[in-house]
């Protein structure tokens, strides 16, 4: 089944009860059981929910595994993970990371005891020199947010793989419409799935694959006494979500490649983050390992200043300035006051997060509008 038909059609089934197309609803706490033990299939919404496992049924097909996990959030995700280690185990992570995986890794479960080393993941070899005998997983975020850096999935997963550690591929800015890692060699997909899966900024949801029965059984294990599920209502917005993605992905492709074309010939703007452009630093391997180049962008102002971002920001119209991403309209954000806020100045400035970085969702607006809006803008400053 090729991709734009497995997001409408990919693990899913009608209703068996119903025939509805659409996975209905389940706004139900509890199922009823006709003896003690005896039910079918349900006992309780924690556990499993009917809307719930169509969707995590979804979310497996798409990512070519074998199971599919719907959490409360991204951040439940990820913790979700953390949590299948132990105190004292290393975890290598990337030094551009989205600011709430920076503050959940340094913040929340540094404290238990795990260590968390962060290297510049453009050389596979700062990987492999970061592992000890105590490296247990491996967090790859790819493209990065917010400066877009491409990391070589197969060659970081193939020596995660030989040294019998995990690896986690954070595959939110891209999804699977563009690459899928556990076909490269990734043991755990992520995503926020508030973001392009959703795609529409009324859900906030995030979402686990794997192809390991084994590992399938820890997470939902997890899931499950945890407590951090998806709703049924999110759940049918995201099964509603994911059934457009392809569509949605090839429109946020295309205006993404030509707002980044136009703003690399600005003379206001010193530099745009955006794989798809030969002037990207990864441009070769993103070439190598992604269908298309995605949605997101950063770029620069040559006025270096928070003063120009910000008022670059404020007079947008189609663009809205505001939190998230990957939704059918075009947000901006000013990454070291808003998304990035909580990683420490000085390791923002270590690795590029300047006052006038800016980062754009390109949504699927009309590229007249957009470049429009962007052009406005740019005169003012």
């Not at 962060?118 to 105590?134: H, W």
């Not at 391997?285 to 269908?291: D, L, N, R």
Request: aromatic share 8%; with cysteine; glycine share 8%.
């Amino acid at each position: 089944m090729k991709f734009n038909t497995k997001v409408i059609h990919g693990n899913q089934q009608h209703d068996p009860s119903t025939g509805a197309v659409m996975t209905p609803i389940f706004q139900t706490s509890t199922f009823a059981q006709s003896s003690p033990g005896k039910h079918k299939g349900y006992e309780y919404s924690r556990a499993a929910n009917p809307t719930r496992t169509a969707l995590e049924n979804a979310f497996a097909a798409i990512e070519n595994g074998t199971n599919g996990f719907a959490f409360s959030s991204g951040l439940a995700a990820t913790d979700c993970v953390l949590r299948l280690l132990n105190p004292n185990d290393e975890i290598i992570a990337g030094d551009d990371l989205y600011g709430g995986t920076y503050r959940m890794f340094t913040k929340l479960f540094s404290k238990y005891g795990l260590k968390f080393t962060f290297v510049d993941m453009n050389n596979p070899e700062n990987v492999a020199n970061a592992i000890t005998n105590k490296t247990k997983l491996i967090w790859l975020e790819t493209p990065t947010n917010p400066l877009l850096k491409v990391a070589d999935i197969k060659a970081i997963t193939s020596i995660a793989n030989k040294n019998n550690i995990m690896s986690v591929v954070d595959n939110t800015f891209a999804t699977p419409y563009i690459q899928k890692p556990l076909d490269m060699g990734a043991t755990i997909v992520m995503h926020s799935a508030t973001k392009y899966l959703g795609g529409h900024s009324d859900v906030v949801m995030g979402a686990l694959m794997v192809k390991d029965k084994e590992l399938a059984e820890k997470i939902h294990f997890i899931q499950f006494a945890g407590g951090a599920i998806a709703g049924p209502m999110d759940s049918f917005l995201a099964l509603r979500g994911v059934k457009t993605l392809a569509i949605r992905m090839q429109r946020h492709c295309e205006n993404g490649m030509q707002v980044a074309q136009f703003l690399a010939n600005h003379p206001k703007v010193a530099t745009v983050y955006y794989p798809g452009l030969k002037s990207h630093i990864n441009y070769k391997i993103a070439k190598k390992q992604m269908a298309d180049f995605g949605g997101m962008l950063s770029f620069k102002l040559k006025d270096d200043s928070q003063t120009a971002a910000f008022k670059l920001l404020e007079n947008l119209e189609v663009f809205t300035l505001a939190e998230s991403l990957g939704g059918v309209e075009s947000l901006a954000n000013h990454p070291s006051t808003m998304t990035h806020a909580s990683i420490p100045e000085p390791e923002r400035l270590k690795i590029g997060i300047t006052e006038s970085l800016i980062r754009l969702s390109v949504g699927i607006e009309d590229i007249t509008d957009l470049i429009g809006d962007l052009k406005r803008v740019l005169e003012m400053i």
